[in-house]
């Protein structure tokens, strides 16, 4: 094995990140190499974790993921974040690359995949109280319960949260109308001063959601996101945005902390505005 020598300049690329990896890989001690291995088959995630994140999905402390970062010539994992955000949607695996993830034997043990998805969930679950403050949450309630109406977006992925949201609103006769683009229609006139949008949108982010979210900002419309990256459009004009990143098996992330959120605000709503 030759000696591993720490480059002194960072990467400027992404495709110069990969080469310097593959490059030093074997040469790096081992739990260097360890986190070598684990980030060169998981590239998706760099964007949006952290790196204590990282640091236990590759097995090692946090200390030691620093110290691969360093081996590859950035200051630091915000260094090597930043740059591999400026590309993230290349990273995320395909549907058939990621059934190669998992296990050999998920075909014929659908209860241990079972198992995986609750134990991922949880963590998923857990990680809300780290991203989402009850100051927002607070905040977000009372937005929507003193709005005219609340306009909800999520497409494909998101779809299934916003839906969530609708039905809780139905019930707790909260007005809102539930965006989605059926037709190709343009709503985005009847987004009014006196609402709240709430758009929700995952990486890699639906560019019909940002537009119609930016659109209702336009109009004067309280804009509320929720995401999983910092990186999403939407920090950039809406007056809050909370953040949830849900764990994967595989490459594949379920909606346990979005739905639970989404529920969590929902109720919230209907309670504030039958206090009111």
């Not at 459009?233 to 953040?243: C, I, K, M, N, T």
């Amino acid at each position: 094995m030759s000696q591993f020598a720490e480059p002194t300049t960072a990467p400027e690329t992404v495709a110069e990140a990969l080469a310097r990896m593959d490059a030093i890989a074997e040469t790096l001690p081992k739990r260097l190499k360890q986190c070598a291995t684990f980030t060169r088959h998981h590239l998706h995630l760099i964007a949006v974790s952290t790196v204590s994140e990282m640091a236990q999905a590759a097995d090692v402390a946090p200390s030691a993921f620093m110290r691969f970062c360093q081996a590859m010539g950035f200051s630091g994992y915000s260094d090597m974040q930043a740059l591999f955000r400026t590309q993230f949607t290349s990273f995320r695996p395909d549907y058939d690359t990621r059934l190669a993830q998992l296990r050999p034997s998920v075909g014929a043990d659908a209860g241990r995949l079972m198992m995986d998805f609750a134990e991922s969930g949880h963590k998923s679950l857990l990680s809300l109280t780290g991203s989402v403050t009850s100051e927002s949450m607070n905040g977000a309630a009372k937005a929507m319960a003193e709005a005219r109406i609340v306009h909800l977006i999520g497409l494909r992925r998101a779809y299934a949260v916003a839906v969530n949201m609708a039905y809780y609103f139905g019930k707790l006769e909260v007005p809102c109308v539930l965006h989605a683009s059926v037709g190709l229609q343009d709503l985005a006139p009847v987004i009014c001063k006196d609402d709240v949008l709430f758009a929700i949108t995952f990486a890699p982010f639906s560019e019909e959601t940002i537009k119609l979210a930016r659109r209702a900002a336009n109009n004067g419309a309280r804009v509320i996101g929720l995401t999983d990256s910092e990186t999403c459009p939407l920090s950039s004009f809406a007056d809050d945005v909370l953040l949830v990143r849900e764990n994967e098996v595989g490459g594949f992330r379920a909606l346990n902390g979005a739905i639970t959120l989404s529920t969590a605000l929902s109720v919230a709503v209907g309670a504030v505005k039958n206090t009111d």
